[in-house]
């Protein structure tokens, strides 16, 4: 008996068609794999903290779970082309929809959130492990198993490389995470469609597969269409309050909450899911980080040339506006966004009133660290107010390598302050911090402040002279005086010094100590 199939052996004839659609497809199914991996490993950094910890973890389990589905494959014997063109449409609905189905768990059921994650990498590495031996199978029917071989992992490997690329300096700033997972699963339904045109000779049941197809693009469409106001439901449950700008950059997830009325009303902004101000409180913790140290400095002389290092929202630059000595400010903000958003957006640049519009102030978007070890400038006042320690890209920026690098840019007497997170709270992790300065042999004068917000907030004054308090404030201070000064500096017992570890780029121990610590409060 004849094969009169399309994909029947030709041994010797050079590639058809059919061979350059099934490699294109190789291309789609390896890029859109990838593309599930990396959102769930974004979504689990965004909301889980410790970026390396997440990443590792999802892309072990999806690597797992792809062996598990290429051990399975082994099981499908019959009807290949049908078996991979239901495997693409399971692909492209589950993963698709993957980073929409995490952000409505962890808005509605934030319990839930790390099972589902977990779940969801598994489910879908197992049907991508399918999906590549499966293809192999078919089209080992007409192609030499050295030349099939080659041809697919190199297909295979074009598509990871092409969206390792795209997916953090294209796909997510321009698309987002959902529209971008929902994007790649139209592309994954896309080569079902392909596969149900170059297999329709083949296919005993057409008219299911094409009403299964034309059903999975219409949900995925649907999807694309309804992404925005299924963003904002999820960030709207998620913060409380109405999210009235939302952006997802290379760097993080940025989030502006509003809410109208008393108490907590104003703008509040989060990044990746953490609280870094309240509009209803945020000025104690500015002023708090802020005037200790220029006020100090203007007891000996004007604070000419200042830094500051992260604080893109321009509110510390705001209070540092207040000396009128000050003659230059250099603003180091990793996030081009962070930076452009508090400046060209009305109403988030009246809460720094303006500050970064100031022709005294420089924006510089670059790594504070990569900064420092590059630039020649020498600064009688450095400001540090980076996030808190959540993961080891941020935990950099508290080891004793990048205190060297601030004592070699601050005037002989200069001084830099560190937002150190809550020396209540993250009781170990806060003095981790000042043995970590003291290590690099600057003085370290801690200090706290209650912000209502954040509660008991720590700070570090590091210095190569002791600290004095300042005998004058700026006018117009909302929370500090010159009464209240010295309070800042006492340490309660709850509060006082415990012996603690030097944070290094070798060890990192203060992610991990902070980890544990905030950790025991939110669970």
Request: glycine share 8%; charged share 15%; aromatic share 10%.
């Amino acid at each position: 008996m004849t094969d009169t199939s399309p994909v029947a052996a030709r041994p010797g004839a050079t590639p058809r068609p059919l061979e350059v659609a099934l490699l294109a497809s190789v291309f789609v199914v390896s890029a859109c794999g990838l593309v599930y991996e990396l959102a769930a490993g974004a979504l689990a950094s965004y909301l889980l903290g410790d970026s390396v910890l997440q990443f590792s973890t999802i892309i072990g389990t999806y690597l797992f779970a792809m062996g598990v589905g290429s051990y399975l494959s082994r099981f499908f014997e019959r009807q290949l082309p049908a078996h991979f063109l239901r495997i693409e449409l399971l692909v492209a609905l589950i993963g698709g929809a993957l980073p929409a189905l995490l952000f409505i768990a962890n808005a509605a059921v934030p319990g839930a959130f790390r099972g589902l994650l977990y779940g969801l990498v598994l489910l879908v590495g197992t049907l991508v492990g399918l999906e590549i031996p499966l293809v192999m199978r078919i089209l080992k029917r007409n192609v030499a198993l050295k030349d099939l071989v080659s041809q697919v992992l190199t297909f295979d490997y074009l598509g990871a490389l092409v969206v390792s690329l795209a997916f953090p300096l294209v796909l997510v700033p321009q698309l987002g995470l959902i529209r971008t997972g929902l994007l790649f699963g139209l592309m994954n339904a896309g080569v079902a469609v392909w596969a149900l045109w170059l297999f329709r000779f083949e296919l005993r049941q057409f008219a299911a597969h094409a009403t299964a197809c034309g059903l999975t693009l219409a949900a995925l469409a649907a999807g694309m269409a309804g992404a925005d106001h299924l963003t904002t439901w999820a960030e709207d449950k998620l913060y409380q309050d109405r999210a009235v700008f939302a952006q997802t950059t290379p760097y993080q997830r940025i989030v502006v909450t509003h809410a109208p009325g008393e108490g907590r009303a104003g703008y509040r902004l989060f990044l990746n899911g953490n609280l870094q101000f309240a509009q209803s409180d945020e000025y104690r913790y500015h002023e708090a980080l802020v005037h200790p140290v220029m006020a100090g400095y203007a007891a000996l002389g004007a604070p000419k040339k200042v830094a500051v290092l992260g604080g893109g929202d321009g509110m510390a630059v705001r209070e540092i506006l207040k000396y009128a000595g000050v003659e230059s400010i250099t603003l180091v903000e990793l996030d081009p966004a962070m930076s452009q958003l508090f400046t060209t957006q009305p109403v988030l640049s009246a809460l720094n009133a303006q500050a970064l519009q100031s022709p005294k102030v420089k924006v510089v978007n670059a790594d504070a660290f990569s900064w420092l070890e590059q630039t020649p400038e020498v600064f009688n006042v450095i400001v540090v107010d980076f996030p808190d320690p959540t993961n080891f890209n941020i935990g950099k920026l508290y080891t004793n390598s990048f205190y060297a690098l601030l004592d070699k840019h601050l005037a002989a007497s200069g001084y830099a302050v560190i937002q150190t997170t809550s020396p209540l709270v993250a009781r170990q992790s806060f003095w981790t911090v000042v043995s970590t300065i003291e290590s690099v042999g600057l003085t370290a004068t801690p200090y706290h402040a209650h912000v209502p917000s954040f509660g008991e907030w720590g700070f570090v004054v590091a210095s190569r002279r002791p600290y004095r308090l300042p005998t004058r404030l700026p006018a117009g201070l909302r929370f500090l005086n010159l009464q209240s000064l010295p309070a800042l500096f006492d340490f309660p017992l709850d509060m006082a010094r415990l012996p603690a570890e030097v944070n290094r780029l070798s060890n990192q121990v203060l992610v991990t100590t902070y980890e544990a610590e905030w950790g025991r409060v939110a669970h």
